[in-house]
């Protein structure tokens, strides 16, 4: 799928790939949660990986008015198949030349948050409202601009911000 995202993406040694894969993980995460939107992690069978990567795990935003759940981010670990295909080697301390390990996460896809936010946040009256996420949890507020992380996106993304009948609060 082809959407408006950041790429994040690590080279390590072979011996910190799954530290490297939880780290790339726990980033698209904490994005999400960040947000205060719902959210799964899933992890993908291995016929359903992309050729070459090893380990894969999607992280899907909840879609109410689909009644289901879209991938926003990918988490996936090809070891040194890319490398080997683009032929990106390191030394080791003894000279020795090896394979890099590759792996690769997306930000959030930013076409898929919209409407999650509009639907998750919405009130009766068509306003968004980004202060709560309606579990009674307050959506985390950064502390020099006094903007919650939904605010900033929701500005980023829509200079003015208005959403259906009475914009976000």
């Given at each position: 799928?082809?959407?408006?995202?950041?790429?994040?993406?690590?080279?390590?040694?072979?011996?910190?790939?799954?530290?490297?894969?939880?780290?790339?993980?726990?980033?698209?995460?904490?994005?999400?949660?960040?947000?205060?939107?719902?959210?799964?992690?899933?992890?993908?069978?291995?016929?359903?990986?992309?050729?070459?990567?090893?380990?894969?795990?999607?992280?899907?935003?909840?879609?109410?008015?689909?009644?289901?759940?879209?991938?926003?981010?990918?988490?996936?670990?090809?070891?040194?198949?890319?490398?080997?295909?683009?032929?990106?080697?390191?030394?080791?301390?003894?000279?020795?030349?090896?394979?890099?390990?590759?792996?690769?996460g997306s930000g959030l896809a930013t076409s898929r948050l919209v409407p999650a936010i509009v639907e998750q946040y919405q009130n009766e009256d068509g306003?968004?409202?980004?202060?709560?996420?309606?579990?009674?949890?307050?959506?985390?507020?950064?502390?020099?601009?006094?903007?919650?992380?939904?605010?900033?996106?929701?500005?980023?993304?829509?200079?003015?911000?208005?959403?259906?009948?009475?914009?976000?609060?």
């Open positions: 799928y082809q959407f408006n995202k950041v790429e994040m993406v690590q080279y390590v040694t072979e011996d910190k790939t799954e530290e490297a894969f939880d780290e790339l993980l726990n980033i698209a995460e904490g994005l999400m949660k960040s947000l205060g939107l719902h959210y799964q992690v899933s992890k993908l069978a291995a016929g359903d990986c992309a050729q070459g990567m090893c380990r894969t795990y999607d992280i899907e935003v909840w879609i109410p008015s689909m009644g289901i759940y879209k991938e926003v981010s990918s988490v996936s670990n090809s070891r040194d198949y890319q490398a080997r295909r683009n032929n990106t080697k390191y030394r080791d301390t003894d000279g020795n030349l090896h394979y890099a390990c590759t792996l690769n306003s968004i409202t980004v202060k709560d996420d309606g579990r009674g949890i307050p959506v985390e507020v950064h502390p020099k601009t006094g903007k919650s992380t939904l605010e900033t996106v929701l500005t980023v993304l829509h200079a003015g911000g208005k959403f259906g009948g009475g914009g976000y609060k």
